[in-house]
């Protein structure tokens, strides 16, 4: 039977996990008049409602995980200041465990190994667990791996760590949580905002690693070890504090949303009765469902098999190989710019991470208003390039620390762009984790080809990087070809969908 607009606030069953979206959006079978009919008043109260809701989640939950892939970014990133933190008084994390520069790029390399390996499987977990429960377990598992660190005495001490903490960091990335909670159109600017964290981190990283350097010697520490011991402590507190703070899932987040808000969500993510459907029928499917089903796995081959899947792979690998190479080298690449001590280093790392950071904001925002990714991501990449050839071929310093400011702000968009872009090529929990997962996972092999054979990898390459600078350059340009195929190629789709009446297309 078709359910009617209910006049006043409907009460939800214990029992029940959604609200059902009906009763607020009209049958499309026998209600289209009543839809027509709607007056103007009412039109502009469901405007307000959804405002309000859209300004609480963005208050709850964006924030939120901001601070926690900061934090993320920073324990991450940290071994990069480490390694130059008081070195001219021979305190820095290299010469105090003896690791040579080969070493340190297969500590950081193991770090991805692991990240990649682990990364599906922990996106499937969560989009089948309390998501905001799986969040919280990779932030305190991921911070005592930080903590632990600081006890740093040899290269294999180096080697166990950080492959420890690429294991229980995978799944972290925050597109898929992002989709429970935002319609595809308004995935980017969410996911822009989190990512925000990363140039944010690097540039507080110049400031707080050029102030524990002042405490370098204290308690019998050396000032890298303060690094670890702090970053990994404070990064506990938040993952604890997550398991109480975060939402999980809309349909379990009764006491953070009203029963209007429920159905008013439902009817946002949902956006004809046929979808609503096809969810529900999901829902009734999960419980009888193990973590790792056959379903999953099966949804785990579709994505490989789809040669959709493999130009995302190759669209987020670029951005994220150049991305990888700005937090872990930008220290480097600043010292080899002139003569400068370690704490004026790390003060001349901060500004390319705040314009980068800025961009990331402004054209974030502006993709999803536009409801367009791939215009946004040609542009980045052409100016990303641009950067690079300016940075490794201009004389002036300044010109190439300008150049630097442009590779950070063409290259730190382009991250979020392509990831939201991924998750809007699925619709159903399974399909954007496994989507996501497998993106993100072969996307990270650009931060291990990074670690192994770029900058401090490629000795012979130093001081001026060209050749790094450029493998990078053309990796941004190789991201802009794909972001055309892809525009082209779902465009095209868009035209199929069209004729089938379906009302969900793929965005551009």
Known sequence: PTLTKSSGSIPISEDIQWPDVRQRIPSTNGNNNNNANMNDEQKQKELLEEKALLRKLDLRIVPWIFILYFLSVQDRANVGYAMTMNKQEGHDLATTANLSGRENNIGLGLFYVAYIAFEVPSNLIMARVNPCYWIARIMITWSIVTGCMATISQAWHFYFLRFLLGVFEAGFWPAYYTTLWYRPNEISSRIG??????????????????????????????????????????SVIFGVITIFYLPSKPETSKRFLTDEQLILIRQRLASTEEEHEQQEQQQQQQPNKSIFSKGDLLQVKTQLLDYKVWLFCVLYFTPVMAATSLGYFIPRIVQELGTYDSIHVSLMSIPPYVFGGIMVYIVTRLSDHLEDRGWFIIGCSTAAFTGFAILSFAQPIAARYFGLMIVAGGTYPTVPLSMAWTANLREDAVGVASATGVVSSMGNFGALVCTFALYSGWTSDAPRYVGSNMINGGAMLLAGVCATILKLRLGSLNKQIDQTGRSRKYLL
């Open 193 to 234: 905002v989190t990512y925000l964290a990363g140039p944010t981190s690097g540039a507080f990283g110049g400031l707080i690693s050029a102030a524990i350097q002042l405490i370098d010697t204290k308690g019998n520490l050396y000032g890298w070890q303060w690094l670890f011991l702090i970053s990994g402590v404070i």
